[in-house]
């Protein structure tokens, strides 16, 4: 997995539009960066408005919500100005990007302000592990032809997580072991000095883990075998849960664990219809406006792009207001 998407010539490094494959929120609606926006204006506030804050997309594809995010800006007084924009990314930088976005292969050392990582960590390389009756082993994949074997048994960090986040009970179950997962994750928040990291992800918690697994491919928009040949996108849903207690354990502080239907609403997105009457007095006016709402609907459709996870935690700071009114099981 690790070579099929970040070895040179793998999926990611080729530097190929993430768009052609498959679609994510900032494609799905310019809603998402205005979202992203409102939610480094509260992290802002909450900081006392530092002369400079730091905006990091990790994951950042060709840079698109970075992008958006100063678009929206614009001149806007206090805050335009002390962005500072960061696009993590392994591919090569897209020509013609706004001057004004680094690009890096890791997060800056030291982060004052808002990290987002949307449909990141599903990419974090794992392995998978079946229950046989010979006990827990990992399942190898020949990357020619994906056929499937086990082969060996975890080691003990592997087992440990399984044990304490993915329990295997029956023959034939499957974990993917997030253990890789939590480490990057954790690696994120300790790069923050004070600030709120995001992870935006299809995902699951302990207490209802897919017992076959979640590992798939996506090629040109459609859902293909995970054959790890470099062709295509290999991806798994996120256990979340774990992902946010090896936050805390790198020192996070606030957490919270929702879903980004319930989040972007908290941020001011609503995908309401305008209202009828416009159509009458400014039906250019109507249509932009239902088109827009259209899209943004599909950022909260619960079974789509809504029903993604998000865990956010803050660190060195308190967690935001619309962030915290969510604090709790996830909702």
Request: with cysteine; glycine share 12%.
């Amino acid at each position: 997995m690790q070579a099929a998407l970040y070895a040179p010539g793998g999926f990611y490094a080729r530097g190929e539009p993430p768009a052609r494959h498959f679609r994510t929120s900032v494609h799905a609606s310019p809603g998402y960066a205005a979202a992203v926006l409102e939610l480094l204006r509260e992290v802002d506030a909450e900081l006392g408005r530092p002369e400079r804050i730091d905006l990091v997309d990790v994951g950042a594809g060709r840079a698109e919500l970075l992008a958006q995010v100063l678009a929206a800006a614009g001149p806007e007084r206090g805050l335009a100005g002390r962005i500072a924009p960061c696009a993590v990314e392994v591919a090569p930088r897209p020509a013609g990007l706004d001057p004004r976005i680094r690009w890096e292969r890791a997060p800056p050392a030291a982060i004052t302000g808002l990290v987002i990582a949307s449909e990141w960590l599903d990419n974090i390389p794992l392995d998978v592990v079946e229950l046989t009756a010979a006990g827990p082993a990992v399942i190898l994949v020949d990357p020619a032809t994906g056929a499937e074997r086990a082969h060996g048994r975890p080691g003990p960090a592997d087992l440990a997580w399984i044990r304490d986040w993915w329990p295997l009970r029956a023959r034939g179950e499957r974990a993917e072991v997030g253990r890789t997962r939590c480490a990057a994750w954790a690696g994120v928040i300790r790069r923050i000095d004070r600030g709120v990291a995001v992870a935006a992800d299809y995902g699951h918690l302990r207490a209802a883990r897919p017992g076959g697994g979640t590992l798939t491919g996506y090629l040109e928009g459609r859902a293909v075998p995970a054959v790890p040949d470099g062709s295509r996108d290999i991806t798994a849903h996120v256990a979340l849960d774990a992902c946010a207690a090896a936050g805390q354990a790198a020192g996070a502080g606030g957490t919270v664990l929702t879903t980004q239907r319930a989040a972007l609403r908290e941020l001011g997105l609503d995908a309401r219809r305008p209202p009828l009457a416009l159509a009458a007095s400014d039906p250019e006016g109507y249509a932009l406006a239902l088109c827009r709402a259209s899209q943004d609907a599909e950022l909260v459709d619960g079974a789509g792009l809504g029903g993604f996870g998000w865990l956010a935690q803050a660190a060195g700071m308190s967690l935001p207001a619309p962030l915290a009114k969510l604090a709790g099981p996830a909702s």
